[in-house]
């Protein structure tokens, strides 16, 4: 296609057309025409994969150009996919997720760097219905962490890969209970990080404990030092290990019928 055909295509049509591309190209369609220069910022949806660039340098100047543009303009942003196993720059990652949240983000998928956490605001955001929080099995530190308490009163769906999830004073963690909306919740290979006070070979007990909760998947449990205690009265589908769960075959999941 011509690019004065292309520049003559309707606004919708033209932001159609940048969503199947890399950033790097949609930040590059600016110089095609005046009326390009600012279209790239109203894409609601963002794919950022270090795979797409390379080296890390570049994918950092493309991400802070990225936030720095948008940040001139009330763009609003519905969907996040952010992918950097690898050590990345703490300023640029906080800066993006903070802005990406401050923008009424609706879905966030990140596969968080090795040398970094998710910033606070992530946990207390009443936009996000979708979090995926993956971190690489390098990250022996797991600084991709869940706190005790979560503010997310419009999640729905909530997958934890790797993730370390913070425990209280007993070693006991019960972080779902105010998601008032979850319905979908994976854990795959998550472990406890305790405070100094609880013993180094305290078993901990995750509580999951949701009354909207329709769905729950456990993977990986073959090194997982904990126990769980489940009470989800609409629980409709119960996979324990690719398996549906069987209270004979898992032992350490213990199921409440009252609260």
Not at 32 to 42: E, F, G, I, V
Not at 71 to 78: A, E, I, Q, T, V
Not at 140 to 155: G, S
């Amino acid at each position: 296609m011509k690019r004065d055909m292309i520049s003559d295509l309707p606004n919708t049509i033209l932001l159609h057309i940048m969503s199947f591309m890399m950033i790097k190209d949609i930040v590059q369609t600016s110089i095609l025409s005046k009326r390009w220069k600012n279209l790239w910022k109203c894409l609601m949806d963002l794919k950022l994969s270090t795979f797409d660039f390379n080296n890390a340098r570049i994918f950092g100047e493309c991400i802070s150009g990225i936030v720095s543009s948008r940040s001139k303009g009330n763009y609003p942003l519905r969907s996040l996919d952010f992918h950097r196993h690898s050590p990345f720059q703490h300023k640029i990652f906080t800066d993006l997720i903070t802005h990406a949240i401050s923008r009424g983000l609706v879905i966030l998928k990140v596969v968080v760097p090795t040398n970094l956490g998710l910033p606070n605001c992530v946990f207390i955001s009443h936009s996000l219905t979708t979090l995926h929080i993956s971190s690489s099995s390098y990250d022996y530190h797991r600084r991709a962490r869940l706190p005790m308490y979560l503010d997310l009163p419009a999640l729905t769906n909530l997958h934890l890969d790797n993730v370390k999830i913070e425990t209280d004073h007993n070693g006991h963690a019960q972080p779902f209970s105010t998601c008032t909306k979850l319905k979908y919740l994976s854990i795959d290979k998550c472990y406890f990080i305790h405070i100094k006070s609880v013993p180094f070979d305290v078993k901990g007990i995750l509580h999951i404990m949701n009354v909207t909760l329709t769905d729950l998947t456990i993977k990986d449990t073959s090194h997982t030092p904990s126990n769980y205690v489940i009470f989800a009265p609409n629980l409709i589908s119960f996979e324990v290990n690719d398996s549906p769960f069987h209270a004979s075959s898992f032992p350490w999941v213990k199921i409440e019928h009252s609260s």
